[in-house]
């Protein structure tokens, strides 16, 4: 979604093709606290996400959605690339294409595989991960799929594999927070910028 690393120096632009059923606002129209996010994105990225372009259609969700977000990668007890994976399996079940592409490219990026990404989204249980990576996305898909089932065991095989509380925490959030946003990428019919498909490859 977000923290891309690319060639700085963009200025910021709404794309109107960023999604299919709702209208994207101009980039002047903004509230000023929105457009120096989306400019810090841009500049950070090379380019601005559409993400950030169609939640600038209600700008009260844009604050909350990315306040979370930040709060999600920067307090945390995961490693980034353990937070891509979240992602990508949690939106590899959910079918989300925004999400599959644009953290495909951060899984790339961070876990410096080019390959991995697409392993996650096919079928994380037989991608070259290990186990502790295994039983994390095997709870963060079970909270997807079937959230009633979720139970003490799950929380003590992530213990047995190596994760702290706060961890345990974050995998959840995790996984929840992106339940949320492979939902409203779907509902919104996001598109994902074209920059995203060979990031990190």
């Not at 939106?91 to 644009?102: D, E, F, L």
């Not at 929840?176 to 990190?200: C, I, K, V, W």
Request: proline content about 5%; overall charge negative.
């Amino acid at each position: 979604m977000t923290d891309t690393d690319s060639e700085p120096g963009t200025d910021p632009q709404l794309n109107d093709d960023a999604m299919e059923r709702f209208p994207v606002p101009a980039f002047e129209d903004l509230p000023e606290d929105l457009q120096e996010r989306i400019a810090e994105e841009t500049e950070r990225s090379g380019f601005t996400p559409n993400v950030f372009s169609a939640f600038a259609y209600k700008p009260s969700h844009f604050r909350a959605f990315f306040q979370y977000h930040d709060a999600l990668v920067e307090d945390t007890a995961l490693a980034r690339e353990e937070i891509e994976m979240i992602v990508v399996a949690v939106s590899g079940v959910n079918h989300c294409y925004y999400c599959n592409v644009a953290h495909g490219a951060l899984v790339r990026i961070y876990a410096e595989d080019p390959t991995l990404a697409d392993q996650l989204v096919a079928n994380y249980r037989t991608a070259d991960i290990n186990e502790a990576h295994r039983t994390m996305l095997d709870v963060a898909v079970k909270l997807t799929e079937r959230p009633t089932e979720v139970e003490p065991a799950d929380f003590e095989a992530l213990r047995e594999a190596g994760f702290s509380e706060e961890a345990i925490w974050d995998i959840g959030a995790v996984a929840a927070f992106y339940n949320l946003s492979n939902r409203m990428a779907m509902f919104a019919e996001m598109q994902p910028n074209d920059e995203f498909h060979t990031l990190g490859r």
